[in-house]
């Protein structure tokens, strides 16, 4: 966290109240991981855990800071930022706190739906799906399977990279032809669809794996499974939604990044 403060001081232009607030709330949550754990309260050390993670019920933090970092810094935060949270999971995991745990997911899901009906801005896009993925990468840490995890992780850091790399590097020009509209709309097209994870898209199967193995794990959750597809499926409207935003706006603004 400190080589990461260090770095990001570098690259911010403005203000660093945004750095400062993530790194006071990531230093509290880690505090609060280490002495519920060694205490022996589980329960409060996965509330760390959420906290750390900015899942269900400390999204609001997450969103509001996060939201104004520079793409590296963003990129960093929303992947390399979550391995050792992860894997200390991993560790200290017990069954007992399954339920728990998925209710937490269940929640950021759905949650996370609702904000994405409400935005047009492919950074806060970022941020909220972020929140949504943490909990499938949780499900796959729970299942077992860290060939599940590595998959869904790869193909997730690939699409915040690709997402990040639209919004820095393609021309924002006022006024932009017919053709570039439809190139930049494709590309918005399959980065959602993506990370929508809409079959057959790479996404779609990753999913489809962590959810196989637990339910492989969990043949008796068949319930919880089909409550954790049918948040993901409002996340996928969601998505969905979200492009037809930007679909509109490009047509209908002189700019077709209205929304970046």
Same mark, same amino acid.
Not at 100 to 124: K, M, Q
Not at 241 to 247: A, D, T
């Given at each position: ?26 230093? @509290?949550? *880690? +505090?609060?991981?280490?002495? $519920? ?5 589980? =329960?409060?050390?996965? /509330?760390? !855990? ?95 399977? @860290?060939? *599940? +995890?590595?998959?869904?992780? $790869? ?5 915040? =990279?690709?997402?990040? /790399?639209? !919004? ?93």
């Amino acid at each position: 966290m400190l080589l990461f403060i260090g770095l990001s001081y570098t690259l911010f232009t403005h203000s660093f109240t945004q750095l400062i607030l993530y790194f006071l709330m990531q230093t @509290l949550a *880690s +505090f609060g991981m280490l002495v $519920f754990y060694t205490l022996g309260f589980s =329960f409060l050390f996965y /509330f760390s !855990l959420f906290l750390k993670l900015g899942m269900f019920p400390f999204m609001s933090w997450y969103l509001n800071v996060l939201y104004r970092f520079p793409s590296f810094v963003l990129l960093l935060s929303r992947t390399l930022h979550k391995l050792p949270p992860l894997f200390l999971f991993l560790i200290v995991y017990s069954p007992v706190y399954s339920q728990f745990i998925i209710v937490s997911v269940l929640f950021s899901l759905i949650i996370g739906g609702f904000y994405i009906l409400n935005i047009a801005d492919l950074r806060y896009l970022i941020v909220v799906s972020s929140i949504a993925n943490n909990g499938f990468l949780l499900i796959a840490l729970i299942s077992g399977r @860290l060939s *599940s +995890f590595w998959f869904f992780y $790869f193909l997730y850091f690939l699409n915040i =990279f690709a997402i990040l /790399f639209v !919004l820095g590097n393609l021309i924002k020009p006022l006024v932009v032809s017919n053709r570039h509209k439809a190139l930049s709309v494709g590309w918005v097209l399959v980065l959602l669809l993506n990370i929508a994870a809409l079959p057959p898209i790479p996404m779609f199967f990753a999913k489809f794996q962590v959810l196989y193995d637990f339910l492989a794990l969990n043949s008796t959750s068949v319930f919880i499974l089909v409550v954790l597809v049918l948040g993901n499926v409002f996340m996928i409207a969601s998505y969905c939604q979200l492009f037809i935003k930007y679909v509109t706006h490009s047509y209908s603004h002189p700019s077709n990044y209205l929304l970046f």
